[in-house]
């Protein structure tokens, strides 16, 4: 495989980070994945987008243009031969030299790194068929969630703990509210209405989540974004998740109980195909 770290194409055996990156040493970075589909990269406008507000949040900067970084990203699919997967892209701020809490001079380089990962039939996963079990477990992540920050070991631990409990993933809740998947948006149909947490610091700004709202708005389906409670997640009609690399997912499980019918809902179902066509048409 051929990845790209700070403006060289190499094998992957040749990259070559420092360990005094402060990536590695204090998680200080960001980070994006973008789906690819037929060789064309999903949502890549607002991925890119979302880079540029989560490094500004952290006080650093883009550090090359949107359209090199399509470039970057488009090379890579080429060079990989990737048909169905994605390209993971992670930027740190960089090597100081020394370990140190403050960060480092303005200036100081910020390390980029890009890779590819395939994933044929990508579109196809039969789990959207048979939809995904999950746990509840609590959310005790840091305020900053809509960062999307490489800072990802309770999302681990928490895919761990659903993993040991013998289902697909977990749902974080904080206060009794459902805030978000260890890795992706969450959402009830409930009364008809499509029902998500509302943007706020708590969650991650989803760009699977802004394209499957807007589509659902243009197919007159209502939506309320609005916390819900673990309670109304128990008594839903349905229950779905988002994300650049599951796109819309049913859930038919929390906590050993099933959601509605205990099979993928019909909400889920249309907004995933909805959600394919649609950013297979603007894909880049
Ligand atoms: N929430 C969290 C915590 C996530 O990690 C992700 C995916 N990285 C999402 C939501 C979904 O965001 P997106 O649709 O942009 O992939």
């Known amino acids: 495989r051929i990845v790209y770290v700070n403006g060289a194409y190499v094998p992957e055996e040749e990259a070559k980070v420092s360990v005094f990156d402060r990536g590695f ?4 970075g960001v980070y994006e994945v973008t789906s690819v589909l037929g060789g064309k990269l999903l949502d890549f406008a607002g991925h890119a987008r979302r880079l540029d507000r989560s ?5 650093m900067e883009m550090p090359m243009s949107e359209a090199d970084l399509l470039a970057i990203h488009r090379e890579l699919v080429a060079r990989n031969d990737v048909v169905d997967g994605m390209v993971y892209l992670q930027i740190t701020r960089g090597n100081p030299g020394d370990r140190d809490f403050a960060f480092p001079p303005a200036g100081t380089p910020l390390t980029v790194v890009l890779f590819t990962q395939s994933k044929p039939g990508l579109a196809d996963n039969p789990q959207a068929k048979t939809g995904l079990r999950v746990i509840s477990i ?3 992540r840091w305020g900053r969630r809509d960062i999307k920050t490489v800072q990802l070991l309770y999302p681990s631990m928490g895919k761990m703990m659903a993993k040991k409990a013998g289902v697909d993933d977990a749902w974080f809740v904080e206060d009794g509210f459902v805030t978000e998947g260890t890795s992706n948006n969450a959402y009830i149909v409930s009364g008809g209405k499509i029902i998500t947490r509302n943007l706020g610091s708590d969650i991650l700004h989803g760009i699977t989540r802004a394209a499957v709202l807007r589509f659902a708005a243009e197919a007159q389906m209502e939506v309320e974004e609005r916390p819900f409670t673990l309670a109304e997640a128990h008594a839903a ?7 650049a690399s599951a796109f819309v997912m049913p859930v038919v499980e929390l906590d050993g109980q099933k959601i ?5 809902g019909p909400v889920a179902k249309r907004l995933r195909e909805i959600y394919l066509d649609e950013s297979r048409k603007t894909a880049v």
């Open 237 to 243: 009609d349905e229950a779905f998740i988002t994300s």
């Open 25 to 28: 040493l204090m998680a200080d």
């Open 260 to 264: 509605g019918a205990g099979a993928p």
């Open 138 to 140: 609590e959310d005790i």
């Open 55 to 59: 490094l500004r949040e952290l006080g």
